[in-house]
Antibody, heavy 119, light 109 residues
Framework: QVQLQESGPGLVKPSETLSLTCAVS?????????WGWIRQPPGKGLEWIGS???????YYNPSLKSRVTISVDTSKNQFSLKLSSVTAADTAVYYC????????????WGQGTLVTVSS | SSELTQDPAVSVALGQTVRITCQGD??????ASWYQQKPGQAPVLVIY???NRPSGIPDRFSGSSSGNTASLTITGAQAEDEADYYC????????????FGGGTKLTVL
């Protein structure tokens, strides 16, 4: 059973960089799969941020592309999200998830972590 | 990029059948996946591909697709099915970009 766990600061100041890590257990990242980040502002819907393949190939939401970096560390079996120049609009629950390209869907999700952007 | 459109809210009487729809150009090329999200919880994949359920998902959940519209059907809705439902697919660009629908809040009466 694949398990994912997000970690990182719950409070980030405006204009700074949001950094989150997703630790994966029960599966080796280097074995395959795409790994993604999705966010959900309070009371709103899901928004795909981006995905990364175990080889390092990345795919970003065009609306966030200029501010997003997703990377993978196969030695630690984890992947990370950096979102720069944050504003209050980036306040959301951030989820990491595994994207099954055969299913064309996100089959395993982390529990999510709330990140608030505020001074 | 692509967009997926869902009705904001749908209701169903207990034990009846309900269909939740998702429209978008990308659905002409790709299947939709469907997720159930209950308050305070992460989304759960309930349908993927043509009409496949992950292990543990009740068989009252089914999926279908026609043209630019994908549908999630719950046959014999239960009280525990009350939740938000999101569709998701790859976008029309053909790469691994992904898009979510705006979500449908299902109320079981």
């Amino acid at each position: 059973q694949v398990q994912l766990q997000e970690s990182g600061p719950g409070l980030v100041k405006p204009s700074e960089t949001l950094s989150l890590t997703c630790a994966v257990s029960g599966y080796s990242i280097s074995s395959g799969y795409y790994w993604g980040w999705i966010r959900q502002p309070p009371g709103k819907g899901l928004e795909w941020i981006g995905s990364i393949y175990h080889s390092g190939s990345t795919y970003y939401n065009p609306s966030l592309k200029s501010r997003v970096t997703i990377s993978v560390d196969t030695s630690k079996n984890q992947f990370s999200l950096k979102l720069s120049s944050v504003t209050a609009a980036d306040t959301a629950v951030y989820y990491c998830a595994s994207y099954n390209s055969g299913y064309e869907g996100f089959d395993y999700w982390g529990q999510g972590t709330l990140v608030t952007v505020s001074s | 990029s692509s967009e997926l459109t869902q009705d904001p809210a749908v209701s169903v009487a207990l034990g009846q059948t309900v269909r939740i729809t998702c429209q978008g150009d990308s659905l002409r090329s790709y299947y939709a996946s469907w997720y159930q999200q209950k308050p305070g919880q992460a989304p759960v994949l309930v349908i993927y591909g043509k009409n496949n359920r992950p292990s543990g998902i009740p068989d009252r959940f089914s999926g279908s697709s026609s043209g630019n519209t994908a549908s999630l059907t719950i046959t014999g809705a239960q009280a525990e099915d009350e939740a938000d439902y999101y569709c998701n697919s790859r976008d029309s660009s053909g790469n691994l970009h992904v898009v979510f629908g705006g979500g449908t809040k299902l109320t079981v009466l």
